[in-house]
């Protein structure tokens, strides 16, 4: 692989797409389990702790990082334009890289099986943004008229 396939801007800029995606989840999350408190008219902190370890939460969590993720290489291989695939493994590689660095720093973060999944998941989550991107950006084809279709524009 040629450095030169990488677009470092189409990278960046579906890195930070991903990561605010993965904001925007963990906001509606954050709001959904305010709510469930609320309605149940317990917002103590013990509770609030309960809600958010929930497996229900932590699975939409999951899954909404997972789009996320998916949405950041399909952004990057929208900016690229070409070699697509690179860019959106690039993606996914910074995003991992990113995501192990987290666990490290700061282990009691997120549990192990939802850090063992992500692990998993990451690039190829990415490299099917890029799929995406290239399944919905290829032109239209049209056919060329055949003469038996445009006979009765003939003027004989």
């Known amino acids: ?67 996320s993720t998916c949405l950041g290489g399909y952004v990057a291989a929208r900016i690229a334009r070409s070699s697509i695939f690179w860019n959106s493994f690039a993606v996914g590689c910074l995003l991992l890289t990113l995501m192990i660095t987290l666990a490290v720093l700061w282990p009691t973060l997120t549990p192990p099986w939802k850090l063992l999944i992500g692990l998993v998941v990451t690039i190829p989550a990415a490299l099917l943004g890029g799929y995406i991107n290239r399944r919905h950006d290829k032109p239209l084809q049209t056919a060329e008229p055949s003469a038996a279709a445009n006979s009765h524009l003939r003027r004989e």
């Open 1 to 67: 692989m040629k450095i030169s396939y990488i677009k470092p801007k189409a990278v960046l800029i579906g890195v930070l797409t991903a990561m605010g995606g993965y904001t925007l989840v963990g906001l509606f999350l954050g709001i959904i389990i305010v709510i469930i408190a609320a309605i149940g008219h317990d917002m103590s902190p013990a509770y609030l702790t309960a809600l958010r370890g929930n497996i229900s939460v932590r699975l939409v969590g999951l899954m909404g990082a997972t789009l």
